[in-house]
């Protein structure tokens, strides 16, 4: 009978990551499918400029006083690429994130700031002070309206004074 328990609480664990988005690390990272954007996001929209430098994008946000969207994904996940493909080239968020240093990070590149920042599946966002105190933390795939209120409640909370120096690393 224990071992019926054991097994039973070892599959709902081993199921529960792969509910909320992809898993990583990937089981077949060789598969790389490109798929088109949808016809309504024509390559003139606005889209969110990213840096690929961890080190160089914390700089930035220090010297401008910039919040951080650290956004994690992965070239396998479908849920990744959709995000960047229609929620990051959606007008509101691409408006919003000219307030924020922006920084894509691809969790098989760069596995050791994906666990520094407790990433377990993708996509993943996290949204960091200029300090990099950590300010929210989003998994899985986001819609461009849900993205958009988390980014401006964070702005809002760093306009409304200093924050803790804590930092995540």
Same mark, same amino acid.
């Given at each position: 009978m224990l071992i019926f328990f054991i097994r039973l609480i070892? =599959?709902?664990?081993?199921?529960?990551?792969g509910i909320s988005g992809c898993n990583w690390p990937a089981r077949t990272p060789d598969l790389q499918v490109e798929q088109p954007a949808p016809s309504h996001l024509s390559p003139d929209k606005p889209s969110v400029s990213f840096v690929t430098e961890y080190a160089e994008a914390l700089e930035l946000a220090r010297q401008w006083?910039?919040?951080?969207?650290? %956004?994690?994904?992965? =070239?396998w996940c479908p849920f990744s690429r959709q995000m960047l493909q229609e929620t990051f080239r959606d007008p509101q968020v691409? &408006?919003? =994130?000219? #307030?924020?240093i922006c920084i894509q990070v691809d969790v098989e590149q760069n596995p050791t700031l994906a666990r520094?920042? #407790? %990433? &377990?599946?993708?996509?993943?966002?996290?949204?960091l002070s200029c300090r990099g105190v950590l300010l929210a933390r989003l998994n899985g795939p986001l819609s461009a309206k849900e993205l958009a209120q988390q980014m401006q409640q964070s702005i809002q909370l760093v306009a409304a004074g200093p924050q803790p120096k804590t930092t995540v690393r």
């Open positions: 070892l =599959s709902i664990l081993l199921i529960l990551p006083e910039k919040p951080i969207l650290l %956004v994690f994904t992965a =070239s691409a &408006r919003l =994130s000219k #307030q924020f520094n920042h #407790q %990433v &377990r599946a993708v996509p993943a966002v996290a949204i």
